[in-house]
């Protein structure tokens, strides 16, 4: 059974790099995207960005200036960098992991991280 | 720019009653279409995919349907466990973007 296990900083001041990892077990990393998602408090689901096996990455057009999205294929790892961090930037974020239908190419995330909890603040 | 817009914003329901969710996408995403549910302190769980097959484990009472532009999301007997918010969601392979409706709470009437 597949699970990803996510940890990193919880608490940050402004201007400071944001820094996730998110392992996978129990299955390859190739062929899945592996995605970042983030949840402010009490709002909804917001999109960070993606990376394949081969280190191909896509990124929300809206943070794609701060965010870096990596793999470590030897470890089954991907991680989130986002630099200078503000207020607006705290949220449970999410790593997921996501499939398509083929031959139709109907994409969903069908394995979700526990979330981690960021909290900008001075 | 893809909009995915999610009705009503609450949808207060009794227990055994039906509810349905409504997404509509600003363009057409053919049956591309997902949708999850959310409990407080939870990661979301995929229910739906491909606008109308359940994900493994999920109950029958989850049903999907649409194509296009407008989707629908119906509980057919509400379970107390299914009170939550449900999220859909579209992913557009080129230009690569992943676009999240706002969302709908179920809530006990």
């Known amino acids: 059974q597949v699970q990803l296990q996510q940890w990193g900083a919880g608490l940050l001041k402004p201007s400071e790099t944001l820094s996730l990892t998110c392992a996978v077990y129990?299955?390859?990393?190739?062929?899945?995207?592996w995605s970042w998602i983030r949840q402010p408090p009490g709002k909804g689901l917001e999109w960070i960005g993606e990376?394949?096996?081969?280190?191909?990455?896509n990124y929300n057009p809206s943070l794609k200036s701060r965010v870096t999205i990596s793999v470590d294929t030897s470890k089954n790892q991907f991680s989130l960098r986002l630099s200078s961090v503000t207020a607006a930037d705290t949220a449970v974020y999410y790593c997921?992991?996501?499939?398509?239908?083929?031959?139709?190419?109907?994409?969903?995330?069908?394995?979700w991280g526990k979330g981690t909890t960021v909290t900008v603040s001075s | 720019e893809m909009v995915m817009t999610q009705s009503p914003a609450t949808l207060s329901v009794s227990p055994g009653e039906r509810a349905t969710l409504s997404c509509r996408a600003s363009?057409?995403?053919?049956?591309?279409l997902a949708w999850y549910q959310q409990k407080p302190g939870q990661a979301p769980r995929l229910l739906i995919y491909?606008?109308?097959t359940r994900a493994t484990g999920i109950p029958a009472r989850f049903s999907g349907s649409g194509s296009g532009t407008e989707f629908t999301l119906t509980i057919s007997s509400l379970q107390s466990e299914d009170f939550a918010v449900y999220y859909c969601?579209?992913?557009?392979?080129?230009?690569?973007?992943?676009?999240f409706g706002g969302g709908t709470k179920v809530e006990i009437k």
């Open positions: 997921a992991r996501m499939k398509w239908l083929r031959p139709y190419y109907y994409y969903y995330m069908d394995v």
């Open positions: 129990g299955e390859s990393f190739s062929g899945y995207y």
């Open positions: 990376i394949i096996h081969s280190g191909s990455t």
């Open positions: 363009q057409s995403v053919s049956s591309n």
């Open positions: 491909g606008a109308s």
């Open positions: 969601h579209h992913y557009n392979n080129w230009p690569p973007l992943l676009t």
